[in-house]
């Protein structure tokens, strides 16, 4: 499970504190280079309760450890996963 925490600062200071505009900016969390989760946000974002996979898994056995596979075409099959967390900034 994790807990992310976003604050836009400048020169050290929280841009809630400044006198100026708001910013805006969108979070986004891909994997396998597709959007699983996507939030507007303005200076801050509080973002929790994201539960990322890891890419062993345990063997029917319940002991031995096997690597997942890149691809698979059954989409029931659990395959690797590469994880990318980006915020997009509006510049304008």
Same mark, same amino acid.
Request: glycine share 4%; hydrophobic share 35%.
């Given at each position: 499970?994790?807990?992310?925490?976003? @604050? =836009?600062? *400048? !020169? %050290?200071? #929280?841009? #809630?504190?400044?006198?100026?505009?708001? @910013? &805006?900016? @969108?979070?986004?969390? =891909?994997?396998? /280079?597709?959007?699983?989760? &996507? *939030?507007?946000?303005?200076n *801050?974002?509080? =973002? &929790?309760?994201?539960?990322? @996979?890891? !890419?062993?898994?345990l /063997?029917? #056995? %319940?002991?031995?450890?096997?690597?997942?596979?890149?691809?698979? #075409?059954?989409?029931?099959?659990?395959? *690797?996963? !590469?994880?990318?967390?980006?915020?997009?900034?509006?510049l &304008?």
């Amino acid at each position: 499970m994790a807990t992310i925490s976003l @604050r =836009l600062l *400048k !020169n %050290g200071k #929280d841009l #809630d504190n400044l006198d100026i505009p708001k @910013r &805006s900016f @969108r979070f986004e969390i =891909l994997d396998n /280079g597709k959007p699983i989760y &996507s *939030k507007n946000c303005h200076n *801050k974002a509080n =973002l &929790s309760h994201f539960l990322f @996979r890891a !890419n062993q898994t345990l /063997g029917a #056995d %319940g002991k031995t450890v096997q690597n997942l596979p890149e691809h698979h #075409d059954d989409p029931n099959v659990e395959t *690797k996963h !590469n994880y990318v967390l980006q915020a997009i900034f509006d510049l &304008s």
